[in-house]
């Protein structure tokens, strides 16, 4: 059981793995502006214990002091993690937003993945040399592949996850 952020700039799909991985949508809603919202969006229970999946606002471009705030709240929901899913879309090149969050993640001494979403969008034969444009500058402990739409490696993602985490109980009241 344990804690796993979910950080990336919006719609890499985010909130689609979670909810694939929750297999229901229990997104906590609010009215406040996405800037303050860091919030649990999803609670996965099986056998083996549970995963809270804490979604993160938005990642922006820090060219001004909002963004520069964002991107702060955004970094923040890695503090006190079991690891950190870096969720980044297949289909565009890294941008200036994905930087900011990997040179802060590249700092965090915990667990973390790198997740290439939306493949499916690609020819297959492109894969490698996008994991090769990341990994040539960053590191990371597992890098995955996935398409959170079609389910494509979404159940090694989870199983690799499952096994970072400490085993027992530590349940969200
Ligand atoms: P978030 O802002 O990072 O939470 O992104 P969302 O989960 O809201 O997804 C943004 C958009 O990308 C939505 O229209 C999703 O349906 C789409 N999307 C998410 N994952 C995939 C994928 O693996 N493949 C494709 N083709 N579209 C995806």
Do not use: W
Request: avoid cysteine; charged fraction near 25%.
């Amino acid at each position: 059981s344990g804690f796993i952020s979910i950080i990336g700039r919006p719609n890499v799909g985010k909130s689609t793995l979670i909810n694939r991985f929750v297999g229901q949508k229990i997104a906590i809603m609010s009215d406040k502006p996405q800037t303050t919202r860091n919030r649990i969006q999803g609670v996965l229970t099986n056998e083996e214990g549970q995963i809270i999946f804490i979604d993160t606002p938005g990642i922006h471009k820090p060219k001004h002091a909002l963004g520069d705030f964002m991107v702060q709240t955004a970094l923040k929901s890695t503090r006190g993690v079991d690891g950190v899913l870096v969720v980044v879309n297949a289909t565009e090149p890294i941008g200036p937003g994905d930087r900011v969050v990997l040179d802060h993640v590249k700092l965090l001494d915990i667990p973390k993945f790198l997740v290439i979403n939306k493949v499916d969008l690609i020819d297959q034969s492109e894969i490698f040399d996008i994991i090769k444009t990341y990994t040539d500058e960053y590191e990371f402990d597992e890098v995955i592949p996935i398409s959170a739409t079609e389910g494509y490696n979404t159940d090694i993602l989870l199983d690799k996850i499952m096994s970072i985490l400490p085993t027992g109980p530590q349940y969200y009241p």
